[in-house]
């Protein structure tokens, strides 16, 4: 459809002008800034071209990788359950109950809650001392656990929280699938003598696996670049146990102030989320979209 | 479906226990901000006591925290009020406009939505800094458009699309401009949408930490960032801070409620077309 006089460009400038001047162009000048030093005890001597030496020294850091590691195993954990719950949950949602409506809302609203509130509650409940958790353990006799305090333990606690923060919202992608699923197949199936565990494995699942990509995608983004809720839960320790690469980075560019440093670990973050959305696409995605 | 008495019984267990698990959190930090201050440490933790608004008063009347507030909701509301004015031509052309590069322009509308937040902001300091930017309400303000834009051109383009193309047909037809039709036909209809996008753009301002955290200091600090100096604090006062969380909690909750919906049809749209 066209009008006589329209002047597109017009009506798409001041958002994508607006768009390109909070995040293009910020974007591109992190390029510009990961290739030169820029430390606050230097800058004011020039920011000189170092080529790919921020690179290179981020590539041999072992804190870097220490970071990537971490965060892609809690990524790979907290996805993994979020999925198997979240799609459980929308099993479960899908059944016809009194109140569902009512019920859907309350599931959803931790989903909402600011990320460094999350944080606070969790600080709360998980506190050794006078923590919730840890006196329901007692009472049934258990030993009290250090949830953030222990090194080994703290990545686990994060991942119960986002568990805790995210299933919902996974279920309600996935509710939105399964209501798009046609009952009859499945129905023939049980006429046909299938159990309802072979009909919802063999049937149900292979038709939401759009919706399932989808919320791998999204919950993917969101898990990798975690940095709130690490922030003001355990702020990246014990002896940077839970540093997930967003904290790592801003520790680099506002404890070190090495912002060109920060920078080029800015783009190698930005490589291997896109190199890990990648290989879902290739998993789960191919015939999805 | 029929189901068996038992497989009824099991569906709502298993509901209540959901309900459970995910609401005690949420509720444990009500009551924590009801307790009298001797309370919050007690061990094992108290479950009945007589609620008191002492915490409330200590963090509404003795500290600065109703100021970051007052932050909070100016930041987010220009962010929000400005984001709608320029995303609803955008979304308007993309809905009903020939526009060459249709589809890269939708894709670079979620692009912002995708990038984590610390690849952005550090370029921002950086720009900031050397320009005297920095801890100001309406910089954090015009950062925030990365949230509130890309989200309103989406839902709002959305919209538009659902609405009778007749109506600008007519219109076309009748002489009228682009921006006449704009203003006279598709505004009144698209309300619903507006409120849509303004509750999710509300909400993620509301929300956002680190852009707050790195781009302000003491005068523009937001709440979010006013509760995290709360909990690194030498003393820990737990009840303030339950106090604190809640009062930045409820609208959210409220705004949760009205926008659920919208939020997850955006998300399953978004990526799926």
């Known amino acids: ?289 | 479906m029929r189901r068996s008495k038992r497989a009824t019984a099991t569906v709502y267990l298993l509901v209540v226990l959901a309900v459970l698990l995910f609401m005690f959190p949420i509720a444990w930090l009500f009551l924590t901000s009801l307790k009298p201050s001797t309370l919050t440490f007690a061990y094992p933790p108290v479950l009945v006591f007589e609620p008191t608004l002492q915490s409330y008063q200590e963090v509404l009347g003795q500290s600065d925290f109703p100021r970051y507030l007052l932050n909070s909701i100016i930041v987010g509301v220009l962010a929000t009020v400005v984001a709608l004015a320029i995303a609803l031509p955008a979304g308007y052309a993309l809905a009903r406009m020939r526009v060459r590069g249709r589809g890269v322009l939708r894709a670079a509308a979620l692009i912002p939505q995708m990038l984590p937040a610390i690849v952005v902001v550090i370029p921002l300091y950086m720009i900031f800094r050397s320009n005297g930017l920095l801890d100001n309400q309406l910089s954090l303000a015009f950062t925030y458009l990365a949230l509130t834009v890309p989200i309103s051109v989406w839902i709002l383009s959305r919209f538009i699309e659902d609405l009778p193309v007749e109506l600008d047909e007519a219109a076309l037809v009748d002489g009228a401009s682009r921006l006449q039709i704009l203003v006279k036909v598709v505004l009144p209809l698209v309300r619903p949408g507006l409120a849509a996008a303004a509750v999710l753009c509300l909400l993620y301002t509301w929300n956002e930490f680190l852009y707050a955290l790195i781009l302000t200091g003491r005068d523009a600090k937001t709440a979010p960032v006013a509760i995290v100096g709360f909990m690194t604090n030498k003393e820990i006062y737990w009840g303030r801070m339950a106090a604190a969380g809640t009062v930045v909690l409820v609208p959210v909750l409220a705004f949760g409620i009205v926008a659920h919906r919208h939020l997850v049809r955006g998300l399953v749209s978004g990526s799926g077309r």
Do not use: C
């Open chain 1, 1 to 289: 459809m066209r009008g006589p006089r329209d002047r597109t460009w017009a009506f798409l400038l001041p958002a994508y002008g607006a768009i390109l001047a909070v995040v293009g162009i910020p974007v591109a000048y992190s390029l510009y800034l990961s290739f030169h030093r820029w430390k606050l005890t230097t800058f004011q001597a020039g920011v000189p071209f170092v080529g790919l030496d921020n690179y290179i020294q981020a590539v041999g850091d072992d804190g870097f990788w220490h970071s990537l590691e971490l965060t892609i195993g809690f990524m790979v954990v907290a996805l993994v359950v979020e999925l198997v719950l979240g799609i459980g949950l929308a099993v479960l949602l899908e059944q016809v109950f009194r109140g569902r409506r009512a019920v859907l809302i309350l599931l959803l609203l931790p989903m909402f809650v600011t990320n460094v509130v999350i944080g606070l509650i969790w600080r709360i409940l998980l506190s050794y001392d006078f923590g919730l958790l840890n006196w329901l353990l007692s009472v049934l006799g258990l030993p009290k656990v250090a949830w953030l305090g222990d090194p080994g333990l703290a990545l686990w606690s994060l991942v119960i929280v986002d568990v805790w923060n995210t299933t919902a919202f996974v279920a309600l992608l996935v509710l939105a699938g399964l209501a798009a699923v046609p009952d009859e197949p499945r129905q023939a199936a049980r006429v046909d003598g299938a159990s309802a565990w072979q009909t919802f494995r063999l049937i149900t699942l292979p038709l939401l696996k759009p919706v399932i990509f989808v919320a791998v995608v999204w919950r993917t983004i969101d898990l990798f670049r975690i940095f709130d809720v690490v922030y003001s839960l355990t702020g990246g320790g014990p002896y940077n146990a839970t540093e997930t690469i967003s904290v790592y980075a801003y520790n680099q560019g506002f404890a070190s102030f090495n912002l060109g440093f920060a920078s080029a670990i800015s783009y190698l973050i930005i490589l291997a989320l896109a190199f890990i959305l990648a290989i879902e696409y290739r998993l789960l995605g191919r015939r999805a979209t």
